[in-house]
């Protein structure tokens, strides 16, 4: 027989926990709505924001200009190793119609028994002369046979050698997109963030960094520190006609440079010709501890060696700092990152 019970009632404490709740959950989703807004963050905080975006933005610059530099080379590489090739052809096209010639030539002359070109000879001699020259084909045939060996064992290498470079090429135009693509994104964010200042905040902003960068025409004091070599020199006067340049990445002069552009623009105006990028850069010449620089002297920063400068003596560079900043003097003090090593050229 069905049941016809009536459903239990809440007690009256369950009812008085659920209403509770109920008007807890109500007071929060109003409270919630009627909340104040987030604070948008301040100029102090926006710039400390910006500044550590440009800084990977420019670690990953310097990655680009690497991959960059990276792509060229390989270009070149395999266009001389085509160039190698095609001309290797050639040869071998050459040796296999000589090696066809000598090989007809053989079958004419060898055609008739030799006895009988004797009997049919009025001049013995001039059998033997024949006679001669076949063994001298033969011997002609077995050297033109190795040298098509060897030339097909070399075009073979260069092939093999001109693939991998061309994958190498391939997996480098693709890393060249990423890191481009990096540097895109991290000045987008900066720019997002710049865009949120108010217009007296953005005014303030270029203000300071006005101060910063200082006039291309002041000369800031560097002391009397004499250059490392005669070249140095060359290269920091270079360096000096350039201030007030700005800082474009990839750039390599002369109207704009990123921090390694600079460098490596300054130093070829001295014949000098050091590697694109901070890192390769880093590796060349003599390795230097800070009481040890001279003016002209190279100085790298950061763990990684993304940033690179000349020495200016009495503790200042002369650099290419960043987007939104032109080629001037600084302390190492106020760089952002830590002053790693220098290296003499």
């Known amino acids: 027989m069905t049941s016809h019970r009536r459903p239990k009632q809440p007690s009256r404490t369950r009812v008085s926990v659920l209403i509770t709740a109920a008007a807890a959950a109500v007071a929060l989703s109003a409270n919630a709505a009627h909340a104040a807004p987030s604070e948008k963050p301040g100029k102090a905080e926006v710039k400390a924001k910006v500044d550590h975006l440009y800084q990977q933005a420019e670690q990953a610059t310097e990655k680009y200009n690497g991959a960059n530099e990276k792509q060229h080379k390989l270009q070149k590489e395999i266009s001389t190793i085509q160039d190698r090739?095609?001309?290797?052809?050639?040869?071998?096209?050459?040796?296999?119609?000589?090696?066809?010639?000598?090989a007809s030539a053989q079958y004419r002359s060898g055609g008739i028994d030799p006895s009988v070109q004797l009997l049919l000879s009025s001049d013995p001699d001039d059998f033997l002369d024949k006679a001669s020259t076949l063994d001298q084909l033969s011997s002609q045939?077995?050297?033109a046979l190795k040298k098509i060996q060897d030339k097909q064992r070399e075009l073979a290498q260069e092939r093999a050698e001109a693939t991998e470079k061309l994958k190498d090429l391939a997996a480098t135009r693709t890393e060249l997109g990423d890191k481009k693509k990096e540097v895109q994104g991290k000045?987008?964010?900066?720019?997002?963030?710049l865009n949120t200042l108010t217009a007296q905040e953005k005014a303030a902003?270029?203000?300071?960094?006005?101060?910063?960068g200082r006039s291309s025409a002041e000369r800031v004091d560097i002391g009397h520190h004499s250059p490392a070599t005669g070249r140095a020199a060359v290269a920091f006067a270079a360096a000096q006609s350039r201030l007030g340049k700005p800082y474009v990445r990839g750039a390599t002069g002369p109207s704009s440079y990123d921090c390694s552009g600079l460098t490596s623009w300054a130093y070829a105006q001295a014949d000098?010709?050091?590697?694109?990028?901070?890192?390769?850069?880093?590796?060349?010449?003599?390795?230097?501890?800070?009481?040890?620089?001279?003016v002209g002297d190279l100085v790298f920063f950061f763990n990684?060696?993304?940033?690179?400068?000349?020495?200016?003596?009495?503790?200042?560079?002369?650099?290419?700092?960043?987007?939104?900043?032109?080629?001037?003097?600084?302390?190492?003090?106020?760089?952002?990152?830590?002053?790693?090593?220098?290296?003499r050229v």
């Open 187 to 193: 000045l987008a964010e900066a720019q997002k963030l």
């Open 272 to 294: 000098v010709f050091i590697p694109r990028t901070s890192e390769a850069q880093s590796g060349i010449g003599t390795r230097l501890t800070r009481s040890q620089l001279q």
């Open 85 to 102: 090739v095609a001309r290797g052809q050639e040869d071998l096209n050459k040796l296999r119609e000589g090696l066809g010639s000598m």
């Open 304 to 343: 990684d060696l993304h940033h690179v400068g000349l020495y200016a003596g009495n503790g200042q560079i002369l650099h290419a700092p960043r987007t939104g900043t032109v080629v001037r003097y600084e302390s190492m003090d106020t760089i952002g990152g830590p002053f790693m090593f220098g290296v």
């Open 141 to 143: 045939q077995v050297e």
């Open 205 to 212: 902003l270029d203000a300071e960094q006005q101060r910063a």
